[in-house]
């Protein structure tokens, strides 16, 4: 229903590498949370019907996103 392209930080940190990319400027580092809880708040926010969420383990220790 959405995407988000993650970059870990060594790729936020390497301007050059970014912007040869065509990642903008202001494009920073977020966790994999982040991009997560932002794709199911644009899902909800778009009236999609969602009874339930399934992720990874490493979104599963996010308590923020279990919250949503």
Known sequence: MDRE???PK???SDRE???AAK???ERGFA???EPARDMVRRCLAAG???AWVT????YGQ???FRRL
Do not use: F, H, I, Q
């Not at 992720?55 to 490493?58: G, L, N, R, V, W």
């Open 17 to 19: 590498r970014c912007r």
């Open 10 to 12: 060594s790729w936020v």
């Open 48 to 50: 999609l019907p969602a």
């Open 62 to 64: 996010d308590w923020n």
């Open 55 to 58: 992720a990874d383990e490493a």
């Open 5 to 7: 392209l993650y970059l």
């Open 31 to 33: 966790t994999k949370g």
């Open 23 to 25: 990642v903008p400027d």
